[in-house]
């Protein structure tokens, strides 16, 4: 069993929908969460970096933490043709500087 | 300004040649990394300095040998390339060890 799990995808949505990206992970050791969205051919590029389990909001975006559920997820409100992209979750406990990632769901959003 | 750039961005080689890929940050951060995402687009970590020691080395074959001759500069050597060292290698730096991490465009290396 792998330690992250994220669902691949693909996601098609309309344009102003609401999306919810989801991640589970094994190790109850995970401290950090952070959501990276990637364009096709390029790096990936931080979104949320949150602490612990609570709710973090930038923009359009919320990140939540569960942690007793060891589930996050992270939503996008009045989703955008631009958001159409690759999303993935990625966490680490405190302790290393190691961060394991999921594997990533593929969105599309539709004009 | 380009926080974390890569270069070559492309990399065709045949199997067997030896070929490195460079990595620098102008970010200032203390800590830099290189992945591997294969074509599935799962991102794997395979190495991490700190100050220019190492402090992450995953089960990576010594065919892949990392150098920091600075805090801003990783580079990437590998040596006998092998079809399945097809990949994309990105580079990452963070402002410490525990800390986010930003990454670079990546290098799309292809092994014929």
């Known amino acids: 069993q792998k330690e992250v799990e994220q669902d691949p995808g693909p996601l098609s949505v309309p344009e102003g929908a609401i999306v919810s990206l989801n991640c589970t992970y094994s190790n109850s050791a995970f401290q950090y969460f952070m959501w990276y969205r990637q364009y096709s051919r390029k790096g990936p590029e931080l979104l949320m970096y949150t602490y612990s389990s609570g709710n973090k909001e930038d923009g359009r975006f919320t990140a939540q933490v569960d942690k007793s559920s060891k589930y996050i997820s992270l939503f996008i409100r009045d989703s955008q043709p631009s958001d159409s992209a690759t999303y993935l979750c990625a966490m680490r406990p405190t302790n290393a500087g190691k961060s394991t990632f999921g594997d990533g769901t593929t969105l599309t959003v539709k004009p | 300004d380009t926080a974390v750039s890569q270069t070559p961005k492309y990399l065709v080689t045949q199997m067997g040649n030896d070929k490195s890929i460079k990595c620098e940050q102008n970010l200032g951060h203390d800590t830099m990394y290189w992945y591997k995402q294969d074509s599935k687009k799962f991102l794997k970590i395979m190495f991490s300095y700190n100050n220019k020691e190492l402090i992450i080395n995953e089960t990576v074959p010594n065919r892949f040998s990392p150098k920091s001759p600075d805090k801003a500069h990783l580079n990437l050597h590998i040596n006998s390339l092998e079809l399945g060292d097809s990949a994309v290698y990105f580079c990452?730096?963070?402002?410490?060890?525990?800390?986010?991490?930003?990454f670079g465009p990546g290098t799309r290396l292809t092994v014929t």
């Open positions: 990452a730096s963070s402002p410490g060890r525990l800390s986010e991490q930003y």
